[in-house]
């Protein structure tokens, strides 16, 4: 059984460019949650995707946007970055309801 | 919404000692989880453990509903346990989750 993978694994972008993060679930889990981590923070919730709908969302502006697909994987979006945003961003997957599993994470650094 | 808390913010033992993590939480939560990222950012499953304790090898962890805490328990730590342990509940009857600052563990040789 495949478990969460993340691509890519480290990014670098400049401020006020955009980005797309990758996740495709683990097998039989429909439900994708994004997380971003600060350095010396806990995850916070961006927002989670449930066949194809966005199914609540945290204090996070627009300009992060996601997707998720037929399939079940799903991309999140970054737009016109900000420094603030360099952190990890962690995908998790689970059946609705169940419990997360996450993601090895996408490092962003943003210059 | 709910807050975690978890004590302490970080902790160094020798190898081979025991300790003992905790995590208090602001609401009731229904299915509180603990986590264990290693070093490269991964977060591992622990335990997902509403009430009662359980047990896996090393680890345990407790949880007092009622009283709105859970302990995580490390015996004969190794090495390999470093890295910050997270413990986590959902924001109210969502599935969001709310992770506290962590616990960061340094075993040393």
């Known amino acids: 059984e495949t478990g969460v993978t993340q691509s890519p694994t480290h990014l670098i972008k400049t401020r006020g460019q955009q980005v797309t993060l990758r996740c495709s679930s683990q097998?039989?889990?429909?439900?994708v949650s994004w997380y971003q981590q600060a350095l010396g923070q806990g995850p916070q919730f961006i927002f989670q995707y449930y066949r194809e709908e966005e199914n609540g969302r945290g204090n996070f502006p627009p300009r992060f946007s996601g997707l998720q697909f037929p399939n079940y994987s799903s991309e999140l979006n970054v737009n016109a970055l900000e420094l603030d945003d360099s952190a990890l961003y962690l995908c998790?997957?689970?059946?609705?309801?169940?419990?997360?599993?996450f993601g090895p994470g996408t490092r962003l650094l943003v210059l | 919404g709910i807050q975690v808390e978890q004590s302490p913010p970080d902790l160094i033992l020798q190898e081979g000692a025991n300790s003992t993590l905790r995590c208090n939480f602001s609401d009731s939560v229904n299915n509180l989880q603990w986590f264990h990222q290693n070093p490269w950012g991964q977060l591992i499953n622990l335990f997902y453990?509403?009430?009662g304790t359980k047990q896996n090898g090393r680890l345990s962890a407790t949880t007092v509903a009622t009283e709105r805490y859970s302990l995580l328990y490390i015996s004969s730590s190794q090495t390999t346990d470093s890295g910050v342990y997270f413990c986590a509940g959902p924001q109210g009857g969502s599935e969001k989750l709310v992770f506290g600052k962590g616990t960061k563990l340094t075993v040393n040789p």
């Open positions: 998790a997957s689970s059946p609705k309801g169940e419990t997360q599993y």
């Open positions: 097998s039989g889990h429909n439900t």
């Open positions: 453990i509403p009430s």
